[in-house]
């Protein structure tokens, strides 16, 4: 069973940061994708980064240089260190896991609760 604990969303001015970070089951961390959606209201669910089981990441264009995904192995756990923040980011963001990189894109994923990231 893959479990997806999310923790370290809440509210920040504009300009901020904010890590949040996803927990893992050992088996979903060794062998999946693992990153991050976000939906704001109104809005269709974008993917946001996802890293590889080899280590391989992606970034959204529009994160790309103020958002980085990274793991930690020892702790099965994927984080979202996000700088720069913009209002335009304040969505409702969820960690995810599949398989396959293209499982993962369609939103053919394990799904956690989802953290909310507030920017003002």
């Known amino acids: 069973d893959v479990q997806l604990v999310e923790s370290g969303g809440g509210s920040v001015q504009a300009g901020g940061s904010l890590r949040p970070s996803c927990a893992a089951s050992?088996?979903?961390?060794?062998?999946?994708?693992l990153g991050w959606f976000r939906q704001a209201p109104g809005k269709e669910r974008e993917g946001v980064a996802v890293?590889?089981?080899?280590?391989?990441?992606y970034h959204a264009d529009s994160v790309k240089g103020r958002f980085t995904i990274t793991h930690d192995s020892a702790r099965n756990t994927v984080y979202l260190q996000m700088n720069g923040l913009k209002p335009e980011d304040t969505a409702v963001y969820t960690c995810?896991?599949?398989?396959?990189?293209?499982?993962?894109?369609?939103?053919?994923?394990?799904w956690g609760k989802g953290t909310q990231v507030t920017v003002s």
């Open positions: 995810a896991a599949a398989r396959t990189l293209a499982d993962w894109s369609r939103g053919r994923n394990y």
């Open positions: 890293v590889e089981a080899d280590g391989t990441a």
């Open positions: 050992a088996h979903a961390y060794s062998s999946y994708c």
